[in-house]
């Protein structure tokens, strides 16, 4: 009993640190983009360095991810700029050809659907492991994707309706 006890404990702790890492993130992330926002930068501009930002001053804070620091930092600049690329640039493109709708979806589930393989890659395993060391389904990872690329289309579609409706 008292070494479930102490399991249960050890995973409190965790889980309460990494919710406090992920409050400093937030307030690393809004506070960098508010004052790179004051400086002129553009929002994808901002948004690329703020989110790097938050990441590498995140990854210090203890207990540190088990990968080193030269393989997270880079695949981070990619993540961040794979962001800014999926929802600035491409759904800009896109929606001269196609409904702005579909244009903001597509890339938001290619986007989620890459984030799959992003622990592999970091952390240079072979599996794709959850919380408690149960392997995700790729089928269930391609069924979220699918529901945020939706949200992101329904969202995308209420505010283009937003901004014609005001002109």
Request: net charge positive; glycine share 8%; with cysteine.
């Amino acid at each position: 009993m008292d070494e479930k006890q102490n399991s249960q404990d050890e995973f409190n702790r965790s889980d309460i640190t990494q919710r406090f890492i992920g409050l400093i993130g937030i307030i690393i992330f809004i506070g960098s983009l508010r004052i790179l926002d004051a400086l002129g930068l553009s929002a994808p501009i901002a948004f690329f360095i703020a989110g790097i930002l938050d990441l590498f001053v995140t990854y210090w804070i203890t207990p540190r991810p088990r990968v080193p620091f030269r393989r997270y930092a880079p695949m981070m600049v990619l993540f961040c700029l794979w962001v800014v690329v999926a929802f600035w640039p491409i759904p800009a493109l896109l929606s001269k050809t196609i409904p702005v709708e579909l244009a903001y979806a597509l890339p938001a589930f290619v986007f989620t659907l890459s984030l799959y393989g992003l622990p592999i890659i970091v952390s240079g395993k072979r599996m794709h492991w959850g919380k408690n060391k149960h392997e995700i389904a790729f089928i269930n990872w391609i069924l979220g994707c699918g529901v945020v690329s939706l949200i992101v289309g329904g969202v995308a579609m209420i505010l283009h309706l937003f901004t014609h409706t005001l002109k």
